[in-house]
């Protein structure tokens, strides 16, 4: 099985711009859930999809949302970029809202500028 | 408020010698996950413990859990380099969430 793809790998925005990032998970899974993880906050959970609702969110202004599609592919959006949302940017999948074992994939590395 | 320690944060030891790494909870969970993540890489899923007392054993890592302690450890028994990287450990509390500890960097020395 393929592993958890996202896309872009690598992304450089300016302050105010706004950005999507996207996730393809694991055939057959159907939970999504985004980190983003930077040297000082370490991994800080962002959201977890499934079945195109969001189940669960972490402590991240409105400017960070997210979707996800039918099939189960997602998306997260941050608008009006800040010199702080640089980060790296992981998405995981599981099979379902269990907490079982998250597959996370090579992640997208924002910087803004 | 969800904590999840780890210690130590950065650990440097020589190759063949053995070490431990400790990942403090401060809610219930009833599993707990140990991640490795090389430079510049994603994270890559070493074990889940899903009950007290359950103990892993992968090459030369070794996982346990006492989830009355709250407390699960990482031993590495014989370092290598190649187990150069940062370990992670996760708890999942009934929100389901992933809370993740602060993250230990293993420098393995030749």
């Known amino acids: 099985k393929a592993g958890v793809t996202q896309t872009p790998r690598y992304l450089i925005k300016t302050r105010g711009q706004q950005v999507t990032l996207s996730c393809s998970p694991i055939?057959?899974?159907?939970?999504v859930s985004w980190y983003q993880q930077t040297p000082g906050q370490g991994l800080q959970f962002l959201f977890e999809?499934?079945?195109?609702?969001?189940?669960n969110k972490g402590n991240f202004p409105g400017r960070f949302s997210g979707r996800q599609f039918s099939n189960s592919r997602s998306e997260m959006n941050v608008s009006t970029l800040e010199l702080g949302d640089s980060a790296l940017y992981l998405c995981?999948?599981?099979?379902?809202?269990?907490?079982?074992?998250?597959?996370f994939g090579p992640g997208t590395r924002l910087l803004v500028l | 408020e969800l904590k999840v320690e780890q210690n130590p944060l950065f650990l440097s030891m020589q190759e063949g010698k053995n070490y431990t790494i400790y990942c403090n909870y401060s809610t219930t969970s009833d599993r707990l996950y140990w991640y490795r993540q090389d430079p510049g890489k994603s994270l890559e899923s070493l074990f889940v413990l899903l009950s007290n007392g359950a103990v892993k054993q992968e090459g030369r890592l070794m996982a346990s859990l006492d989830t009355k302690a709250r407390l699960s450890t990482l031993h590495i028994t014989a370092a290598v380099h190649d187990l150069s990287a940062t370990y992670f450990c996760a708890v999942v509390p009934g929100t389901y969430k992933y809370i993740f500890g602060t993250g230990t960097r293993l420098k393995v020395l030749a």
């Open positions: 995981a999948s599981s099979p379902d809202l269990l907490g079982g074992t998250q597959y």
């Open positions: 055939s057959g899974h159907r939970s």
């Open positions: 999809y499934f079945s195109e609702t969001q189940r």
